[in-house]
């Protein structure tokens, strides 16, 4: 299938450890940057096929392709000054660099490339800012197994805050951790059908207008998930990925175990 990753926005919650004016997707996490990772992982389950939806900053995403260093990641063998490389990243990758507007929203940019779908019935799309170990082949099974028009990996709230109950007079009847309420967040990962361009306006949006417009159908398909899953919404979210990728604990690297079982 297709990967649609939605790289254009401003980040505005990470501007104090952006250098410059790159985009968030191109927040470094080890050697490579969060769009690398997220990529990597969709290659790993055998999508290759990418089209990526640039706005902000979109400059910064094509010179990292566009130069990319295949050294950086892979082992390789220098001879006679010229490096051989023992393994690829991105060889056989095809992606596809759209200009899809700077102050366009998540629906309006996915309508913009419609066309570079190729009338597939059905692709997948990512905010490409946020990493997991979900298990993409039984995501894409359940819906394909459905008749919906969207299905998003749902999560569990991420807020270390409680909610209060309160009674009559101001008399606290219960605390409750925010992560322990029956409540799910998007998680950012989709598999949809054309379907979804039905109920996305011009300007509109994919969760707000899309998503929700399936959901008052009973058409939209949730996929519960509680293992690994980080946002980067924030500086200090991402400092936490890459201290993480520093210390050999990246559960996000699917990609990685294949590597390890194959070397044992």
Known sequence: MKVVLFCGGYGMRMRGGVAGDAPKPMQMVGPRPLIWHVMRYYAHFGHTEFVL???????????????YEETASNDFVLRRGKAELLSTDISDWSISFVQTGIESAIGERLRRVREHLDGDEMFLANYADVLTDAPLPDMIERFEASSAGASMMVVPPQSSFHCVELGEGGVVGAITAVSEMPLWENGGYFVLRQEIFDHIPEGGDLVADGCAELAKRGNLLAYPYRGFWKPTDTVKERFALDESYARGDRPWAVWERQERARTA
Not at 60 to 66: G, S, T
């Open 53 to 67: 939806c640039l706005g902000y900053g979109a400059h910064h995403i094509k010179d990292f392709f566009l130069h």
